[in-house]
């Protein structure tokens, strides 16, 4: 991407989901988040999205 896109107009949201369901901080998921905010950092990105626990996406959804 950054070879045909000028980083500055690049961004990345980090937010990723597994079975268990939305991103916690914890022991196991910082070191790899604070990883790989690291090796973004040094390419020039305009931003960097960092999702955390906001929403429960294992949880049924209530029928309005």
């Known amino acids: 991407m ?3 896109v000028d980083p ?3 961004g990345v949201k980090i937010g990723p989901m597994h079975e268990g369901g ?3 901080a914890n022991n196991e998921t910082l070191p790899i988040t604070e990883y790989a905010v690291r090796q973004l950092g040094g390419y020039g990105l305009s931003h960097l999205l960092l999702m955390g626990n906001t929403t429960d996406f294992t949880a049924p959804l209530s029928s309005h």
């Open 2 to 4: 950054l070879e045909v």
């Open 8 to 10: 500055s107009r690049v």
């Open 22 to 24: 939305p991103m916690a």
